[in-house]
């Protein structure tokens, strides 16, 4: 089982640059979300969808555009790089709206570092 | 808006002593709690979960955690550390299935 993939592993940017982060899952589900991890902040929900063709904001939404426009891949793109945008992303996903049955349990990826110059 | 606090920035524990990781919650109404380990360099995996019944809820590699509704606790726990079990570890609320939040995590140093 491949679980929850990221790609790529490691990027450089230069500020102003364009990237998209890849995540793919082969679980069927429904939920797909974009954390980024910072020194002494946690993880922060950048975006996240609940099936294909729905997508909305989390906390840091800025900067980033999502889509899903299949039930396996959601791509983080970052239009315009910022060196602020240097971090560690994580791309999980679960199924969706079943909170009570305790099926919503997060899978996540293994991680993007990006670093903007 | 809901958030999580993890108090504990960094605890440093001996191996084979107790363990207890602190997490308090703020939200109207009984979210769903979670605790995920990070091992350096790895993505997190799921330690534990509660959604409802008994308030003490046991999870993977010897861990357990107690809800405390009158606290807004989730506090985790282990009577005896190992030394793999060094990671960070994050306390994470889900109120609705579609939002998760996580604590600011703890960072676990076992001493031989």
């Known amino acids: 089982n491949a679980g929850v993939t990221q790609t790529p592993k490691f990027q450089v940017l230069k500020t102003g640059q364009s990237m998209t982060l890849q995540c793919a899952q082969d679980?069927?589900?429904?939920?797909m979300s974009w954390y980024r991890q910072d020194p002494g902040m946690g993880l922060r929900l950048i975006h996240y969808s609940v099936g294909a063709g729905i997508t909305d904001q989390g906390e840091v939404p800025n900067g980033y555009n999502v889509s899903r426009s299949t039930t396996e891949d959601f791509p983080l793109r970052l239009l315009s790089a910022a060196p602020s945008q240097t971090s560690v992303y994580f791309c999980?996903?679960?199924?969706?709206?079943?909170?009570?049955?305790?099926?919503?349990?997060?899978?996540f990826g293994a991680g993007s570092r990006l670093t903007v110059l | 808006a809901q958030s999580v606090t993890q108090p504990d920035i960094h605890i440093t524990v001996s191996e084979g002593a107790s363990l207890e990781l602190r997490c308090n919650y703020s939200y109207g109404a009984t979210p769903y709690l979670f605790w995920y380990v990070q091992s350096p360099g790895q993505g997190l995996q799921l330690l534990l979960k509660y959604f409802s019944g008994d308030t003490l809820v046991q999870g993977i590699k010897g861990f357990e955690a107690e809800f405390k509704r009158s606290q807004s606790s989730f506090n985790l726990r282990k009577p005896s550390v190992h030394w793999s079990d060094a990671a960070e570890y994050f306390c994470?609320?889900?109120?609705?299935?579609?939002?998760?939040?996580f604590g600011t995590g703890t960072s676990l140093t076992v001493i031989p």
């Open positions: 994470a609320v889900d109120s609705t299935g579609n939002q998760f939040y």
């Open positions: 999980a996903s679960s199924y969706a709206g079943l909170a009570a049955s305790g099926a919503n349990v997060l899978t």
């Open positions: 679980m069927n589900h429904e939920y």
